[in-house]
């Protein structure tokens, strides 16, 4: 088998005069994204203790930490900028692979874009092949590797932060191998356990994902080499995909369909501050209070029902002392903040926001079931319905079965432009505007570091 090859071929010769319109489009469009998040992330105390510690380290200042005010060398700051890039669980991300590429993918990139002093358009390259590199490996494993107990942004995001930087730097095929089969050796353990326990080392995973790509194809280039069946493996049974899922993996989903569909295209955008399987019930809640508006003291019960992977993954409830990771993992939490603020954006994860006992009563009157049916069409649909009982006796009823940001209900530049304005909060709003105009007219940016100063 020769997958890893194949693909590290691809990746080396992504170029944006053979790249289609829509896949440049939207690659700006996940760079505005992750702008948005980075903001985000920033209402977090959990992330002001990450940045102090980065910037103790005193790193040489090679390049910046976006929205923080300081420099450090390019691995600390790919680290720092993959952890605001993922922290109020707003990022990208692919339904077919369980990841969320961008978060390691472009902090990766933009350390190194900005050291090296590269254009705008080599960064759109980079961002592809990253994507393609991180998205790929997750799907051949999905949803095995996340079952068998990994999270795939940290671990497939590393291939894709080094094939990002890879794809910076011009390595050739042979290069970009070792890139990849580096990556395969350092990419983080990158525990579920850890996000199903609400540890707030969860919101790392992006930067670890970052820090380790960049070093792998730092590696790489210094002639260090990496397996080049990384993916497959030999008949030892040691590649990537063999250790890393208790199934089969579907080989074939890393080469299927090279260079005639880029999967950045199935990437997803989120409106919400919140684990992707609670968006259906949030978008239902808020579409019923709109329609609806009603006191919550005269709600007597909530009831969801949804598929069984997302009761798994986030139907329990929260409790006093739990973390923000809990609530962002956590359907009764997103209901209930959605019921009593009519949003769920940075405000509504705070620590403060969490602390509310209003919130948490409120919380525990939602329950969440598995419906056969709506089991029974996922993955293809992502099906939540909400169901407010009211003391009176009446039952409001929503059911979103495909959540705003899908690519079948998707979320444009304008929505994405909103984002950015709303995750900035009190932010300079010219310097706002300016982030968001550059970011779509990326190709034709001499300089990336023009962008970088205004973040």
């Known amino acids: ?78 680290f720092m900028n993959g952890t605001t890039a993922e922290a109020i669980e707003a990022q990208d991300g692919l339904r077919f692979g369980g990841n969320h590429p961008g978060t390691a993918v472009i902090p990766a990139a933009l350390a190194v874009a900005e050291t090296m002093e590269q254009s705008g358009r080599e960064v759109i390259e980079a961002v592809v092949a990253g994507y393609e590199a991180a998205n790929r490996p997750a799907a051949a494993m999905h949803p095995w590797h996340t079952l068998g107990g990994f999270l795939p942004t940290g671990t497939c995001g590393t291939f894709g932060a080094a094939a990002a930087v890879a794809r910076l730097r011009g390595y ?30 969860k919101i790392v995973q992006g930067g670890q994902a970052a820090l380790s790509g960049l070093m792998a194809a730092g590696l790489a280039g210094a002639g260090i ?93 929260v409790a006093p002392g739990n973390t923000f990771v809990n609530a962002q993992f956590s359907i009764p939490y997103v209901v209930a903040v959605c019921l009593l603020d009519g949003a769920l954006g940075p405000k509504q994860l705070t620590e403060k926001r969490l602390a509310d006992q209003k919130l948490l009563d409120l919380a525990a009157k939602v329950t969440v079931g598995m419906d056969e049916k709506l089991n029974a069409i996922y993955p293809e649909k ?31 530049a304008a929505d994405l432009a909103d984002k950015v304005r709303y995750f900035a909060g009190e932010r300079n709003r010219d310097k706002t505007e300016q982030i968001i105009g550059m970011i779509l007219n990326l190709e034709n940016i001499p300089d990336i570091r023009e962008l970088i100063r205004l973040i």
Not at 294 to 303: C, G, M, P, Q, Y
Not at 307 to 316: L, P, S
Not at 389 to 409: H, M, N, T
Request: a negative charge.
């Open 1 to 78: 088998m020769d997958y890893t090859q194949r693909l590290a071929a691809f990746l080396a010769e992504i170029s944006c005069n053979n790249l289609p319109p829509a896949v440049i489009h939207k690659a700006k469009l996940c760079l505005l994204d992750y702008v948005a998040n980075v903001y985000g992330s920033l209402e977090l105390d959990a992330v002001a203790g990450v940045a102090g510690y980065i910037r103790a380290l005193a790193g040489p200042p090679s390049a910046t930490v976006l929205g923080c005010g300081f420099k450090t060398d390019i691995h600390h700051a790919a």
């Open 225 to 317: 080499t990496g397996d080049n069946q990384v993916f497959e493996g030999s008949e030892l049974k040691g590649g990537f995909t063999q250790i890393t899922t208790k199934v089969d993996p579907k080989f074939e989903k890393l080469t299927e369909g090279l260079g005639e569909h880029y999967t950045i295209m199935d990437i997803y955008f989120k409106p919400y501050t919140a684990c992707r399987h609670t968006h259906g019930s949030a978008q239902a809640t808020l579409a019923l209070m709109q329609e609806q508006p009603l006191d919550t003291s005269n709600i007597k019960a909530v009831e969801v029902y949804t598929y069984g992977m997302a009761v798994i993954a986030v139907g329990k409830g």
């Open 172 to 201: 050739d095929a042979a290069r970009m191998e070792s890139a990849l089969g580096c990556a395969g050796y350092l990419a983080p353990i990158s525990m579920a356990e850890q996000l199903m326990g609400g540890f707030t080392i």
């Open 382 to 412: 992502t099906s939540s319905r909400v169901e407010i009982v009211i003391k009176d006796g009446r039952r409001l009823i929503k059911q979103v079965d495909v959540p705003k940001g899908d690519p079948r209900d998707p979320m444009e």
